[in-house]
Each structure stands twice: as C-alpha cells, then as structure tokens.
C-alpha cells in the first residue's frame, strides 16, 4: 500500500491543562495512593497474595500443651504452653501449667547449672501467675511446688531453707483461699518432708490424696514424702497410682525404679532382691522407651548393673548414656565411677578426669570432643573423691598425680558436702600419697 500526503507536522505548543483536567489527575493519584495504603498496612490484600494464615487461640495452643505432657513429651509441652502465654499473656492458669511443666521437666535434665536455669524459668512463670491473680489458689500451690523444687537445687544452705520459707508461706495462701486444695496439700507435704517435719507431712499427704484421688501430681507427692519417712513399699504403691494417672512421665518410673532398687539392694534373701532389683530395671527401661533420647534411664539401669557386680552391662548403659550425649561430664563421671569399682583404674582415671577438669577434643580420645568441668555438688561429689582416690593410687608412677590429688582434696574439704565420710577417704589418699615421698630405708 502507498500512502501518500503532506510531510509531518509536529505541533510545537503543549496541550492545554484545563481546570477539569487537573482535578481529574489528582483525583487518580489520590486514588491509586490510598490503595497502596491499604495494601500496605493489610486492610486490603492483594488478589495475588497467598492466602492468610488463620492465627492460633490460646485454647489450640493449650490443649496441645496437655496432648504432649500426656504423652510424656514435656519439652514439646513447654513449648506449647509457651505459645499460648505469648497469645494470651495475662492468662494466670496458662502461666501456672507452664511453670508446673516447667518443674517436672528439671528432673529430666543432667547438667546442674541447667536445672538450675529451668527452675528459674519456672519460677518466673509461677510468679506471673499470682501476679496476675492473687486469689488463685491452685497458682499459688504451683508456687509451692516450684520454690520447693529451687530449694533442692540450692548449695547454700541458707538460701535453700529461705525458699522452703517462701514455699510454705506460699501453701498456706492457698489453703487460706481454698482450704481444701488437693495440689496445695501436696506440694505443702513436699515442703513439710524438706523442712524434716516428717510426721506433719504424712498427715498433709494422706489428706490431699482423700481430697484429689485422680490426681496424678497429689499421688506422686504423696509417694515422695512415704519415700522420704523410708516407706519404700507404700512409695511404690503411691508412684504406681501416680502412673495409673499418667502411664507416659519418664519421671515417674524413674523414681519407681529408685525405690524397687532400694528395697532390692536391702532385702536379705536372695528371692527379694532380684524380683526387686528386676522390676526396678524394668521400670528404668520404661523410662528409656517412652524417651528414648534421654541418657537418664541409661544411667539409673548402670547404676543398679553396678551395684549388683555386673560392671560388663553397667558399663554398656553408660556407654548408651554417654553415646546420647558426648559432651556432658555428669555421664563422663558415672562412667569412670563404674570403671574404679570394676577395678579398670587406668580407664576411670581418664574418663574421670575429663569429667572432673574437664577436656579438650584431643584429650578425649575416645568421643574427640570438649567436655566442660562438673560442678561440685551433692550428685557428683563421690566423682571428685573418687577421682582424687585414683589419682592418689598412680600417685608413686607420677608425683604430679598426688598434687593433683591435693587440689582435689582441698576443694572437697572447702564444699558443703565435706562429712566423716568424704575425710576418711581424703585421709586414706593423702597417706598414700605422703608414703610416696618417704626415704626408702636402707
């Protein structure tokens, strides 16, 4: 196609703004801004976003928080529980179920300064919880349990007697407002066999189980008290109701276990003790079964191979524990603990000392990782004696051993956990030691 006419003109003068022009640009840009306004700030969404995620209730996040303390998962319940205070932060039975989680949950834990650190954690949430109401008696019966629970944590002694104070006082604001509270009761008979009032606590244990028979937590309190007061038999019975509540608490076989094991290791026929010593096992594998990550299962059923002879199945266990858990000096000690009494002192002077000073990767031959030191307390200090024994033992092969020894001895001495028994073996390692360094005669 041809086309033809006049060259292009362009015109030389912009196009005029008019009055109803103008208003019509700036009536769009007004426009299109308060879209993208709302937009931004959600009330409008954009038809090809994807779409919005429903936000959990507080109810949601609760329920999962007892579907997994049920189950026996309690760090998964802590973590529910915590979303839900996060939803609904000024809900005082949210806090207090998480502070009561948060308790149970210390006795799964190994390393002392952990504990230590979860049982502030649950005090912090058991003091929102009163905060927040203080005419919640089952908030302030919680606050018993978890000040009870701190004080056994506590070295000093002057501290842990002022949280057994502050726990009592506590109780008896809840029984003041519900005078028939069933976990106040039993977190107050907790507090009574701590503080020794031995008979006082009985009575308060037998009363709360009248009042709250299908409790799991006023069983298992109840049989801590008989356990305490040496009724190892009726402890049993309390922890096996405990469960009859809650088959899934780890912690609740554990502690069955420890008073089969008592019984067991104290009967004085043989029928006794290995039905006892067999059920206490069975009750530590329950344990191990229901979490299986957890290396205090694995422990416990070392200890009791250990305390009947059997070093080769004790050491299997620890070896289990310490497999879950390579960098924890508590299993390192347990270990070398079950090498000396098996008489494998070259073996439990390494694996004590990795656990009693602490090791680097290179050191730790076996694992080839870092352990950090133990800290000295009432469940590791037969690890430091028996350390500073062995050490005292190759103290004539190599002096510095003995002044290791020394070191070791003196701490002990320095600790609330120095009696007549840790003296007599500090004193039997020092003569040992101070033999070396006499003349030979001529």
Known sequence: MQLRGTSFQPATDPPRLTVRRTAAYAAAILFFLGILHLLTTGVLRSPFAPPPTPTRSTGSYADEGKAFFDAGILSKAIAAY???????????VLWAELAR??????SLILSSADQIQRMREARDSALQAVELDEDYATGWAIQTLVLDWSASHEVDEETRQNLLSEAFQASSRALQLESDNPLAL????????????????LDAGARAVQL?????????????????????ERAIEEYL?????????????MSLGANYRRIGETATDTATRDYMIAMALEAFSRAADLNPADPNPYLSIARTYS???????????????????NTNPFIYG???????????????????????????????????????????TAGTVDMFYIYGSVLAFYGKEEPANCIEAAAIFAQLR????????????IREGEAICASFQRPSEG
């Open 414 to 425: 320095a600790s609330p956990y120095h009696d007549e028994t840790v003296e007599s073996i």
């Open 82 to 92: 915590q979303n839900a205070v996060r939803v609904d932060p000024r809900n005082p």
């Open 241 to 253: 109701a405990a469960i009859d509540r809650n088959t899934n608490l780890p912690f609740l076989y």
């Open 334 to 376: 347990r270990l070398g603990v079950i090498y000396y009494f098996a008489k494998n002192y070259e073996t439990a002077v390494k694996t004590l000392r990795c656990a009693v000073r602490g090791c680097t990767a290179e050191e730790n031959e076996a694992e080839g990782v870092e352990v950090a030191p133990l800290t000295l």
């Open 212 to 232: 709250g028979p299908d409790i799991m937590d006023v069983h298992r309190a109840y049989a801590y008290v008989l356990e305490s007061n040496g009724y190892y």
């Open 101 to 106: 989680i948060q308790t149970y949950s210390s």
């Open 186 to 201: 039993a977190f107050r008979a907790e507090v009574l066999v701590d503080q020794e009032n031995w008979n006082t606590a």
């Open 307 to 325: 305390n009947q002879g059997e070093f080769f199945a004790a050491e299997r266990n620890a070896q289990k524990a310490l497999d879950l858990d």
